[in-house]
């Protein structure tokens, strides 16, 4: 997802003359040429996200369209106050970035883990929040949406899904297969481990890269039984506002398999961490059995 992303930089600064990049020390060598041809678009500001955004947010104000990038955890985080009141209050379209999504930074600790950005990002108004599963995906979402005028952050990862990739449009969920017994919401690169579980099951599977907006409609036609079973590669319990909100009034059973809310201080790979906090196959089958023998209360 980084290489297709950087290339699609490069395309639009020589190719889009109200184009503009920015980058925090990460990504620098890939488009290298770029950033030498094109200083007054194209530029390395060095460790100071806060201050990235704010230059941003300035040349959006002026007509521009900004795209900056660097790792998830100090462009949510870090620079809250920034998108708070450069972004959101202003209503500026700026595309955000980031590599590094959860864990994917694994050697690196806690300080470069980011399962709440989300969560985050979708407590601010008018903010969205796309999640691609792979790198073609990045591209249709990106291309549909960096125009749009909003505040849009883009989460790329270093895992994809590589076994199912199907298109996917900005705000929409995508049905990959219906069923009676329970709902299974597939989010970014959780897909092919979904997939792997419920293509001979008696479920429905929704995939989801658009987090915000939510696309709810889709949900609401999508989910007879009541009984829910979300995957998301973040924090659990980011989109139960969103489902609770999709089916007012209905009796719901939802459980989850995704990032436990808590700080993560155990060691290992990112294979690793993902079977320790339960995001592999084995959970999402165990999880789904139990909800569908469930009785609905």
Same mark, same amino acid.
């Given at each position: 997802?980084r290489?297709?992303f950087?290339n699609r ?7 889009? *003359? ?6 925090v020390?990460i ?5 290298r040429? !770029?950033?030498?041809?094109y200083?007054?678009?194209c530029?390395?500001v060095g460790?100071?996200e ?13 007509g521009?369209v900004?795209?900056?990038f660097?790792i998830q955890?100090y ?6 106050? $920034?998108i708070?009141m450069d972004?959101a209050?202003?209503k500026?379209?700026?595309n955000?970035?980031?590599?590094g999504a959860?864990v994917?930074?694994p050697?690196?600790?806690y ?8 969560? !985050?990002?979708?407590q ?5 929040f796309?999640?691609p ?6 591209? $249709?979402?990106f291309n ?5 005028g ?6 790329i990862?270093d895992?994809p899904?590589?076994a199912?990739?199907?298109?996917v ?6 049905v990959?297969?219906t069923?009676?017994?329970a709902t299974?919401i597939?989010?970014?690169v959780?897909?092919d ?6 293509k001979? $099951?008696?479920?429905?599977?929704l ?9 709810r ?6 989910c007879a039984?009541g009984k829910i079973l979300?995957?998301?590669?973040e924090? *659990?319990?980011?989109?139960?506002h969103?489902?609770?909100c999709?089916l007012?009034g209905?009796?719901?059973q939802?459980d ?6 808590e ?20 959970n999402?089958k165990?999880?789904l059995t139990?909800?569908m023998?469930?009785?609905?209360f």
């Amino acid at each position: 997802m980084r290489r297709a992303f950087l290339n699609r930089v490069a395309e639009m600064i020589r190719n889009e *003359e109200d184009t503009t990049y920015f980058t925090v020390d990460i990504g620098m060598w890939a488009i290298r040429d !770029v950033l030498r041809d094109y200083p007054e678009r194209c530029t390395n500001v060095g460790i100071y996200e806060d201050g990235m955004f704010s230059i941003a947010a300035g040349m959006a104000r002026r007509g521009l369209v900004p795209t900056i990038f660097g790792i998830q955890p100090y462009l949510i985080e870090r620079t809250l106050e $920034q998108i708070k009141m450069d972004f959101a209050y202003q209503k500026l379209g700026v595309n955000v970035v980031g590599t590094g999504a959860a864990v994917d930074y694994p050697k690196y600790g806690y300080s470069h883990y980011c399962a709440e950005d989300a969560a !985050v990002i979708k407590q601010i108004p008018g903010c969205e929040f796309v999640a691609p599963g792979s790198a073609k995906q990045f591209l $249709q979402l990106f291309n549909q949406a960096y125009r749009n005028g909003n505040p849009t952050f883009f989460r790329i990862s270093d895992h994809p899904n590589t076994a199912y990739d199907p298109d996917v449009t900005f705000g929409k969920a995508v049905v990959m297969q219906t069923g009676s017994k329970a709902t299974v919401i597939a989010v970014s690169v959780m897909l092919d481990m979904v997939m792997d579980v419920c293509k001979e $099951q008696d479920v429905t599977v929704l995939y989801y890269t658009t987090l915000e907006p939510f696309d709810r409609d889709t949900l609401k036609e999508n989910c007879a039984s009541g009984k829910i079973l979300v995957c998301e590669p973040e924090y *659990e319990g980011t989109l139960d506002h969103d489902i609770r909100c999709a089916l007012p009034g209905r009796a719901l059973q939802i459980d989850s398999v995704a990032f436990p809310r808590e700080i993560f201080r155990n060691y290992g790979n990112y294979d690793e961490k993902m079977e320790y906090y339960g995001l592999t196959v084995q959970n999402i089958k165990k999880k789904l059995t139990a909800l569908m023998e469930n009785e609905l209360f």
